[in-house]
Nanobody
């Protein structure tokens, strides 16, 4: 089992920035591909960003491309969110995939965090 804990969410004004972090409970985290998803009220959970096990390959959703970046180190995965918009308001989830390459579908991920709330005010 891998436990994931997100942090860094909060309330921010439109145009502002936040950096989300996700810590994993296992040392084998470094061999897992990681992803970020989000779920806005009344909507389905959607893909945001993903990164391969060594960080050499990433994928960013079109809706946040140019504003969000994903990165990782040996202990955590990060989601840097800039130029935030009210439509970015959602619960953001970190997910781990027990293979080295990233995926963009929920079913491709084996472990999930509890989520962290991001609220962007206009």
């Amino acid at each position: 089992q891998v436990q994931l804990v997100e942090s860094g969410g909060g309330l921010v004004q439109a145009g502002g920035s936040l950096r989300l972090s996700c810590a994993a409970s296992r040392r084998t985290f470094s061999s897992y591909a990681m992803g970020w998803f989000r779920q806005a009220p009344g909507k389905e959970r959607e893909f945001v960003a993903a990164i391969s096990w060594r960080g050499g390959s990433t994928s960013i959703a079109d809706s946040v491309k140019g504003r969000f970046t994903i990165s990782r180190d040996n202990a955590k995965v990060y989601l840097q969110m800039n130029s935030l918009k009210p439509e970015d308001t959602a619960v953001y989830y970190c997910a781990a995939r027990s293979v080295r390459n990233w995926g963009v579908r929920e079913y491709e991920y084996d472990y999930w965090g509890q989520g962290t709330q991001v609220t962007v005010s206009s």
